[in-house]
């Protein structure tokens, strides 16, 4: 039971991790420290997105899932719990690559503005 709980926390703080990485960047318009840790967060995102590459929280979680004598799953989160949910037929390469270059866009958007704001105080 033990292994289960943590493997769900596990779960949580991916997908937790995932939000932060795509829209943390609108925190630092009202905290701009949050920076410090948004963008190590929004680059190793989207290094994972666009070389393919699988967060170390996924086989940590399924060991956990082992642990508890449930079965593990191939593949990375995203492919096992949202692509299911937002593309049912299964998430291609051109579609990470698509979900990198979202993720940078939308960070870049939002720190150009803190950038200006912070221009026009100065």
Known sequence: MFYSIVADFVVILHLAFIVFAVMGSLLVLKWPRVAIFHIPAAIWATLIEFAGWICPLTPLENYLR?????????????????????????????????????????????YGIVLQKRRKKT
């Open 66 to 110: 082992r642990g508890a004598g449930e079965a593990g799953y191939e593949g990375g989160f995203i492919n096992h719990y949202l692509i299911p949910i937002i593309y049912p037929d299964g998430l291609t390469r051109e579609w990470q690559i698509f979900a990198g270059i979202v993720l940078i866009v939308i960070n870049l958007g939002v």
